[in-house]
């Protein structure tokens, strides 16, 4: 590999400049090739006479050098960035993520011109090409990460309790520099900042707004804040996040956690987003790094590390906040459970990412089915614009034959019969082998193969084996079963609507609401009556409807609570209201209703 000084005269020792601000050591060179300057972005041209820093290897015009924002990053051998550098990446695991400083680094594939905030040279490759901090985007080739220490420190999610004593404090831009998208123009000057060639421009990586190297010293003298940008409103600011020990490990997201106080803002409503990496594809690490990139790592909790509890009870200072959910029916119940036990008295209303297999709640809501790794911004975005509905809530209480009781929450649906035995199969199966089930659509393939293997085996005569009272009246179930469901929501076991309103209303009976007090009753006569329901070939039974239910189940079957399996003995079982929880809907409407 050619070194950089075939590419340039050194003139002499005596035409070095030292740049005491940015710490650069210049020197005059007469380049031998194009180049283009590092400030502002422009080429320098062919035998032209410019600056170059001995370290950094940075080069600029000879009338820029004293208008430098970037600081001297040291580095001199970068061409060992470079060498066998796809070879290396190949075998890089992208789920690891290295913490160096507090920056969080991970792989990452660019679909754009990028260049490496340490060496400033360009990153090469299709795939996989370099890594990008989670938190502030800083880009690296893989060996220059292993300097990172030389790059500047990563953006603060908090502010330490001096700063703000301060009587001219106020939030700053955090400018990283490069690597900025086309089409973005300058907050000073708004021309395009955008630039191919060169590591030029910088970005804030808080509120996203570009400026130009050279219109930043001009931008300084108005002495602006960081107002976050299009999503401060979901944004917990660093300025309500008081850190009140700077000494403490600064790497450890949890201490900071543990000493800092919140600051209430009344002109904001942030969002605590729960991520449970075990629901679904397994899609929750893949998450949390997006969601890094647009929000304050602070408000972000997987609840691998203690569940709800942490976050509720951290947000609970805050007063108005809002609820982002990732994962699956049973994450989001695990939450308003969560909300209950703690008695937090004005929670805020709930939106859902889906990451589970069925994620009924979160298709009535129009969060859709199923995240399949669409872009995170447009999500963010619609949280800001959605709509309150509540959600109705359901004890249901178990009372065996030795008077033991157990007490459940019901958001979804309850059912006895062949499809809990089914989802007790999948479920057992899947904690045996884990690794067998990281796709949405395989587990959707596993979970028809054993509906098709119970059309034999099933629940057959369950009709028999159970006693059915609605708001104290005993109820006739006039035909053979193998399912008895009680829906609270109108979607089922991946989106299937069980209830037929056109056959409701014949006998009386009112639309299904998630809001009324009501639960709707209804039966599947086998496993394959229920796989034509959910392909829309057949409709259910309908039974009864009521806020009241009482069932005596004379012998053992299963049992599901919103897709929770389990076997159940001989019992009664008792299902009336609870409660009510806000939850939040993309359209103002609720899928299946109308």
Not at 117 to 134: D, I, K, S, T
Request: with cysteine.
């Amino acid at each position: 590999m050619a070194t950089r000084s075939s590419n340039s005269n050194r003139i002499s020792n005596s035409n070095r400049v030292s740049n005491s601000n940015k710490n650069h050591e210049l020197e005059k060179r007469r380049f031998k090739s194009i180049c283009f300057c590092n400030h502002c972005g422009e080429s320098i041209g062919l035998l032209t006479q410019g600056q170059e820093c001995s370290s950094c290897k940075n080069r600029y015009h000879l009338n820029c050098a004293d208008k430098i924002t970037t600081l001297c990053t040291h580095w001199t051998t970068y061409e060992q960035s470079l060498e066998n550098e796809q070879e290396d990446l190949e075998d890089y695991n992208p789920e690891t993520v290295e913490i160096i400083g507090l920056h969080e680094f991970t792989i990452r594939t660019f679909k754009k011109f990028t260049f490496c905030n340490l060496c400033n040279r360009f990153v090469f490759g299709v795939v996989n090409q370099g890594f990008a901090c989670m938190n502030c985007g800083l880009v690296t080739h893989k060996n220059c990460k292993k300097k990172a220490s030389l790059l500047p420190g990563c953006r603060p999610f908090f502010t330490i309790q001096q700063e703000l004593e301060n009587e001219n404090y106020n939030f700053k831009h955090f400018w990283v520099n490069g690597n900025v998208s086309k089409s973005r123009v300058c907050l000073e000057c708004k021309d395009e900042v955008y630039n191919s060639n060169v590591l030029t421009g910088k970005q804030c990586s808080w509120c996203k707004c570009v400026i130009h190297d050279k219109c930043l010293a001009e931008y300084n003298k108005k002495n602006e804040c960081c107002n976050l940008g299009d999503l401060s409103n979901l944004i917990l600011s660093p300025a309500n996040v008081i850190l009140n020990n700077p000494l403490i490990n600064l790497s450890n997201i949890e201490e900071i956690r543990k000493n800092c106080t919140i600051r209430r803002d009344p002109n904001s409503t942030p969002l605590l987003i729960f991520v449970n990496n075990r629901s679904g594809g397994q899609q929750g690490q893949s998450l949390i790094k997006k969601f890094k990139r647009f929000l304050n790592p602070i408000q972000i909790f997987d609840l691998a590390n203690g569940g709800p509890k942490p976050g509720l009870e951290f947000f609970n200072a805050i007063g108005n906040y809002n609820i982002l959910i990732c994962g699956g029916d049973g994450t989001a119940g695990w939450v308003l459970s969560k909300i209950d036990e703690l008695g937090l008295e004005n929670p805020g209303p709930s939106a859902i990412i889906p990451l589970g297999t069925g994620n009924d709640l979160a298709r009535i809501l129009y969060w859709g089915g199923g995240y399949t790794g669409e872009k995170i911004l447009p999500i963010l975005e619609a949280v800001k614009t959605s709509h309150i509905f509540n959600l109705d809530r359901w004890k249901i209480t178990i009372t065996n034959i030795n008077n033991e009781i157990t007490t459940f929450v019901m958001n979804n649906y309850f059912s006895i019969g062949v499809d809990a035995k089914i989802a007790l199969e999948f479920h057992e199966e899947r904690e045996k082998h884990p690794e067998q089930f990281k796709s949405r659509t395989g587990n959707k393939i596993k979970y028809a193969n054993l509906g098709a293997v119970n059309l034999i085996s099933g629940c057959p005569n369950l009709e028999r084996e159970i006693e059915l009272i609605v708001d104290g009246r005993e109820c006739a179930i006039e035909s053979a079963l193998e399912a008895l469901i009680i829906l609270n929501v109108p979607s089922y076991a991946g989106g299937c609507n069980l209830w037929n309103y056109n056959e409701a209303i014949k006998i009386n009976l009112l639309r299904q609401k998630i809001d009324d007090q009501k639960l709707e009753i209804v039966s599947i006569s086998n496993s394959f009556h229920l796989g034509q329901c959910k392909i829309g070939a057949s409709t259910a039974d309908i039974i009864n409807q009521g806020r009241e239910i009482i069932i005596n189940l004379r012998q053992e079957s299963f049992i599901q609570i919103d897709g929770e399996p389990k076997r159940q003995g001989p019992c009664r079982i008792h299902i009336q209201y609870l409660n009510s929880r806000p939850m939040l809907s993309k359209l103002n409407s609720i899928h299946g209703l109308h």
